[in-house]
């Protein structure tokens, strides 16, 4: 199914971080594309969104489709700022959401601290129960939630979530709840658990469907607010909203699913990161984002992300929908070099963050930084800020603060110093990307890294020795990868639903029927948007274990949706899954029965892509005309003179000779005495060993 | 020996935790049972090739096994030595000597040679505990046990492999020896992988950097820790501190065993004498001496928390631990019940420790692991039996009131979700609720205890339970209060319902169906003067239901309605007249 493709016009991602909102435009009609960068605006995004847009196109008519990477979610969580929101539950469970998994923050030290974003006095139980096989044990009575409902209503509740024991086995009970819920309930802020995530596990179920309620009146006002904005400055386009899976949804899913947005942000750049490796011929490849507190990193295997169940925003929030899976350590520009007591020089995990940030910035810390490090080794032009926000950077401060808080307590000099911290800093990210990829049975030699956003650049060359990976890729905008992820990523529908029954009593036709059904409401999903598909995909996947153990492993079915019901059977079901299982833990257990746990059913739009050699150089410069300065940056225990080139000026094809430093608007690259840097045909520079 | 320079020295610490890390990771993945795919019981290390001390540990494995595995590597180079054994690439030794090795007989554990150019560098070793090891009860916590012979099979140190060769007699012996064989024989082949591993990375570590860097940074990292440790102790002002604390009885005879630590600081040496103990029980809540200093370095670790996983820690520090104590048993005494007592170790230390550094400390958690097992028969005659740890609060502490529903200290488990438990076993949970008023009174409050009731479903069923803290709650410190005592109730009669004999320890409960038990765990102790708590702060807690208004007026004195309204002027006067 196809959908015709509309007047063709600008497409534009947008990517809001937490310093700048980052647009990519791609004109459709011919081909050209264009970045633009301004400071977020925190109190409303979308006002930034539409400052960046302004500063590279006059008329908002002119866009066809805006979709957009958000942390609207993301922030509303970990700060707190979601609705005031109840929850209706089975009488005896009103406090599974405050008691988790029976889990602490820190493995040590006793002093965790856990307050749930609803507290206690709008959690309200109800008379009603499901047993484990699906049966009613009590039926409910749609006059306690009215009452109920009035309760939570009067303590000032905004938005509600039915939550009740079971029924991913049976919704019946919370059906009606939301059916009365519905005539009473002065907006549409309900969430029912089983709408939200049928799966079996009642804490994560609680706390998804919870985190969902408690994000639906911010994120709706948000969206409302976006879409107003846009149409008044005469949008008449489709908004698009990118999930934390990879995947975008429209608007009106997110209103209903926000909960499905809370790691909207870094799934783009990993996206992006995963189709500009393909284009250039990297398909294996590991994103590294270094931010002001903390490098992400993500890994992409034959071009295909990995996905992860779940995650925790914070200590017990979890939410349990698929996300791209991200590893995050406390190893970030604004992550502060000490030394403790045992003599041991450590890197992070305090930060500085970007406020104060590092000593350098002048706004407060005195404490060194791993960015004060890179300014004091010459890597980091003092003059020439990335961001615009500052004048200049104070090296004398940096070098200061490494003295005080390093150098004198190692007995060692000032430079030395510096590079110490550089160096500890890349064996820790080392240490984040060998645990994506070695420790998790990957060739590294067969990876190449790809840094993105501001900081990962300067690190690159270090990384690939330390790690043993074959090369870096840095893609030619770092900075705004994930905006340009915004403008490739598909359309995506997850759900998932829990069938446990054993494999030879399970009912097959019913287990078609079901896929049958859930692909269709996926597929009517996605055509509701007005976008452009190149195609659509179905992904069909069973969580199956032997019985007696708990990790499933996740089998996918090689059976297509028109058929199904001639072509799934019994057989089929435990062929993929032995296949799977032997390709995971290299041997069968025999005589042990087989579980079907969990069906879970993926519905992919693909979204026309485009082509990445835009963004190629222009061919107006030789690499002489690209250098623009020469300065000294210290290494391996001495200065040497560096040259410096404007990186988007460098040809491609030419070998630029480490070490030296590639300026940018939004990033520096740093390329080491024994490595070497060549621009490819999409603009992305490939960092390698010389040959020797 | 080379000095290293600190930006090396930093390099390989990183890799070399990678390594220990990366073999607890094999074996989550891989094993078979929940026990250590789910609750992570197990932990893996690089240990010294002389001393078989810690030198690098794992940091996602269970916390007592920190400590525990030291002694375990020892054991296999003290029997080396005395039956003078070459040992040869490709060794592996099994066993799960509890007096030696530490624990209980449920762990255990591998030991591995790990050779560099001929010469033994250091040992790889790998500890999980397994399903079902034997004994009188399944899942193998039996309370009633008065010799290690009636809580499993005992294995000593022998070759599972040599030279590199398995020895498929052993596996069929311990295969025989399980009510799980196949659970068994999953987990030691995640173990073998683990060290596998664990083997191939060393020697890449080493290959990359050499056998004398490596060396030196295993040594100033032993000296990095023992100095960071020295120096915590040295802040601390001289003097003996004392306090005791009690197990509630052995589950034989009822009556309570004490645990009596004096900690003595001198400059930066500080000696953990536990002289004033009880002797050695009948029943299974003794433990080795290995395992006692394994559990005060879990203490030492959750109050100094910069320390690093390696024997450097404990360098600084020595031990008095008497002979006949029931923190250092030998065989045949049982100790299958050594979580309960290693909690109650770490208890007293944070007691003693409130008294020196009041700021570094916290009331005490929960402090037992309740292990509650239902069994029967399905009615097509298919035995089940569902076995599972509960959690309860933390203590208070200087920054807060403590966690509501945690883990035990000395591991960092989580409880499987009920949902699962209804799917797999013929019961209902009727409630799955925090615990008002169980969290101990204090100007920052004990973290609430939890409130489970379970109704069997089936005909018949028998319970078990091993747990504590049934007659002594957990103590606050600086002048807070206890968490309320450990409660577990059965019906008896026709409507009535009582608690086991020895409060909290008890075989073969006999349930008939739509029965229910009950398990009420304690809260965490509190921190400081309650009546020094902020009125306002009782009044939320009466408002959201963990504290009572009575409560609030017999522990804090504060006059509130039971609706959360605070009369702060009848409140003032009952704090002034008081």
């Known amino acids: 199914m196809v959908s015709k493709p509309k007047r063709s016009r600008t497409v534009v991602g947008v990517d809001v971080g937490g310093t700048f909102t980052d647009v990519f435009f791609l004109n459709e009609v011919d081909g050209s594309c264009d970045v633009a960068k301004v400071p977020s605006t925190r109190s409303d995004q979308s006002v930034g969104i539409q400052e960046g847009i302004a500063q590279q196109l006059k008329k908002l008519s002119e866009v066809s489709l805006i979709i957009h990477g958000t942390t609207v979610g993301t922030n509303a969580l970990l700060e707190r700022k979601g609705a005031k929101t109840g929850i209706i539950t089975t009488r005896g469970f009103r406090d599974v959401i405050e008691m988790r998994r029976r889990d602490r923050p820190e493995t040590w030290g006793l002093w965790g601290m856990f307050e749930p974003i609803v507290s206690r006095e709008l959690r309200v139980e109800v008379d009603e129960r499901v047993l484990a096989d699906g049966t009613i044990l009590t039926q409910l009575d749609a006059s306690d939630v009215k009452s109920a409902a009035g309760k939570l209503l009067s303590l000032g509740a905004e938005s509600v979530c039915i939550f009740f024991i079971n029924s991913y086995a049976n919704d019946t009970n919370e059906k009606l709840a939301v059916k009365t819920l519905k005539e009473i309930w002065p907006n549409d802020h309900i969430t029912s658990s089983s709408e939200i995530l049928p799966e079996i596990r009642e804490f994560e179920r609680c706390s998804t469907a919870t985190l969902n309620a408690y994000l639906q009146p911010p994120i709706g006002d948000y969206l409302e607010r976006l879409e107003g904005g846009l149409q008044k400055g005469g949008f008449g386009g489709e908004v698009l909203i990118v999930q934390s899976n990879g995947g975008v949804m429209s608007v009106n899913m997110a209103r209903s699913f926000p909960v499905r947005t809370a790691l909207s942000g870094p799934a783009a750049g990993v996206i992006a990161g995963a189709y500009i490796g393909v284009s250039a011929g990297f398909p294996n490849l590991i994103t590294c984002d270094m931010g002001g507190t903390s490098f992400d990193v993500s890994l992409v295997a034959d071009g295909e992300s990995a996905l992860a169940a779940q995650t925790a925003v914070d200590f017990g929030m979890v939410v349990r929908t698929p996300m791209i899976e991200i590893t995050t350590i406390g190893a970030g520009g604004g992550s502060i070099a000490s030394v403790d007591r045992g003599g041991l020089l450590q890197i992070g995990p305090e930060s500085a963050g970007s406020d104060p940030g590092p000593v350098c910035y002048g706004q407060g810390n005195d404490r060194p930084t791993v960015t004060d490090a890179n300014v004091v080794l010459g890597r980091i032009n003092a003059e020439k800020p990335i961001g615009g926000k500052l004048a200049r950077l104070d090296v004398d401060a940096a070098k200061k603060a490494i003295k005080i808080h390093v150098a004198d307590l190692l007995e060692i000099e ?21 645990l994506v990829s070695v420790e998790r049975g990957h060739d590294p030699e067969k990876f190449v890294a790809m840094p993105f956003g501001g900081g990962g650049a300067l690190h690159a060359g270090a990384l690939i020795k330390d790690v043993g990976l074959s090369k870096a890729l840095v893609p030619r905008y770092p900075g705004v990868t994930s905006a340009l992820g915004c403008i490739i990523a598909d359309m995506r529908f997850d759900r998932v639903h829990t069938i446990n029954a054993v494999l030879d009593d399970l009912d097959i036709r019913k287990l078609a029927s079901e896929i049958k059904k859930t692909a269709e409401d996926g597929q009517k999903r996605l055509v509701e948007a007005d976008v452009t598909f190149d195609g659509v995909e179905h992904l069909i996947e069973l969580d199956m274990l032997y019985l007696g153990q708990t990790h499933t492993v996740a089998v996918r079915l090689p059976v297509g949706l028109e058929d199904i019901k001639s072509s799934l059977n019994t057989n089929v079901i435990r062929t993929a899954f032995e296949n799977t299982y032997e390709k995971v833990f290299g041997r069968l257990l025999h005589n042990i029965g087989i579980r079907v746990l969990n069906l879970r059913v993926t519905v992919i739009g693909r979204r026309p892509k485009f082509d990445l050699s835009i963004l190629g150089p222009s061919g107006d410069y030789t690499i ?5 300065d020469s300065r000294e940056v210290w290494f391996e225990g001495k200065w040497r003179q560096t040259d410096v080139y404007s990186r988007l000026n460098l040809p491609k094809e030419q070998v630029v000779s480490g070490p030296a430093l590639l300026e940018q608007p939004d990033t520096t690259i740093f390329i080491d005495p024994d490595l070497e840097g060549k621009v490819d045909q999409f603009g992305n520079l490939i960092i390698s060993r010389k040959n020797v | 020996m080379q000095k290293l320079d600190p930006v090396m020295l930093a390099v390989l610490k990183g890799r070399l935790e990678q390594i220990a890390d990366e073999m607890d990771a094999t074996l989550f993945r891989s094993a078979f049972n929940p026990i250590i795919a789910e609750a992570h019981d197990a932990s893996h ?12 540990q794992g940091k996602s494995g269970l916390p007592v096994f920190v400590g525990a595995m030291s002694f375990a590597v020892k054991m296999v180079i003290d029997k080396v030595e005395v039956e003078n054994i070459v040992l040869k690439q490709g060794d592996v030794f099994v066993f799960n000597d509890p007096y030696e090795g530490g624990t209980h007989l449920s762990d255990f554990k591998l030991v591995k040679p790990f050779f560099h150019e001929g010469e033994i560098f250091c040992f790889l070793a790998s500890v999980g505990h397994w399903h079902d090891v034997g004994g009188n009860v399944p899942g193998n916590y039996n309370p009633v046990a008065t010799e290690c012979y009636q ?24 295969q025989s020896n399980s009510r799980l064989p196949g659970s068994l024989y999953g987990d030691l082949n995640g173990q073998v992988s683990a060290l596998d591993l664990g083997d191939r990375r060393l020697k890449d570590l080493l290959q990359e950097y050499g056998k004398e860097k490596i060396t030196s940074a295993l040594v100033e990292l032993n000296q990095s820790a023992a100095r960071l440790m020295a120096s915590y102790i040295s802040d601390l002002p001289n003097g003996t501190y ?15 065993l004490k645990i009596g630590l004096d900690i003595i600081i001198a400059d930066n040496r500080m000696t953990l004498d536990f002289s004033r103990t009880s002797a050695a029980c009948d029943g299974p809540v003794n433990i080795s001496r290995s395992t006692c200093i394994a559990s005060c370095y879990v203490a030492l670790k959750h109050i100094f928390r910069e320390v690093p996983a390696n024997a450097g820690v404990l360098e600084p520090i020595d031990f008095i631990i008497p002979e006949d104590s029931l923190l250092s048993v030998g065989r045949p005494k049982p100790v299958c019940g050594y979580t309960e007592t290693i909690l109650r170790v770490i208890d007293v230390m944070f007691q003693v420790i409130s008294q020196v550094a009041p700021e570094m400390s916290n009331g005490c958690a929960y402090g037992t692991i309740n292990a509650l097992s239902m069994a029967g028969y399905r009615k097509n005659g298919v035995r089940w039996v569902m076995f599972s740890f509960f959690g309860g609060g933390h203590g208070g502490h200087p920054n807060g009131d403590g966690l509501n529903h945690g883990n035990a200290p000395i591991s960092t488990a989580t409880i499987p979700p009920l949902e699962i438990l209804e799917a797999a076993y013929p019961i209902r949970f009727t409630r799955w609720a925090l615990r008002p008023d169980s969290g101990g009174p204090g100007k920052n409050r004990g973290g609430c205890g939890a409130i489970y009731e379970i109704e069997l479903l089936e005909e018949k069923a028998d319970a078990f339970l091993f747990g504590e803290r049934g007659k002594f709650g957990p103590p606050g410190v600086i002048g807070g209060e206890s968490g309320a005592l450990n409660k577990f109730s059965y019906p008896t009669g026709v409507n009535g319902e009582t608690s086991p004999p020895m409060v909290s320890k008890m075989v073969g409960i006999h349930l008939e169906q739509n029965q229910r038990i009950r398990l009420e765990t304690p809260g965490g102790g509190g921190y400081g003067d309650a009546f020094e708590r902020d009125p306002k702060l009782v009044a939320e807690d009466v408002r959201l239901g963990y504290v009572t208004a009575n409560s609030a007026f017999e522990n804090y004195r504060c006059s509130v309605s039971d609706d959360g309204i605070l009369d702060q002027q009848e409140t003032d006067r009952l704090r002034e007249t008081s």
Do not use: C
Not at chain 1, 415 to 429: L, P, Q, S, T, W
Not at chain 2, 45 to 56: C, D, N, R, S, V
Not at chain 2, 249 to 255: A, L, R, V
């Open chain 2, 45 to 56: 290390g690089l240990y010294h090739a002389k001393t078989g001390e810690t030198l690098i």
């Open chain 1, 624 to 628: 002489e005309e690209a250098k623009i």
């Open chain 2, 242 to 256: 004392s306090a005791e604390d009690w197990l509630d009885n052995d589950g034989i005879i009822d009556e309570p």
């Open chain 1, 414 to 434: 000032i430079m030395d110093a510096a590079e110490a911290i550089i160096r500890v800093a890349n064996a820790k990210m080392a240490g984040a990307i060998r």
């Open chain 2, 151 to 174: 809580e499993g099979m005992l294995i000593p140190p022998v070759f599972l492999y040599k030279e590199g060769v398995l020895n498929e007699d052993i596996i069929a012996i311990l």
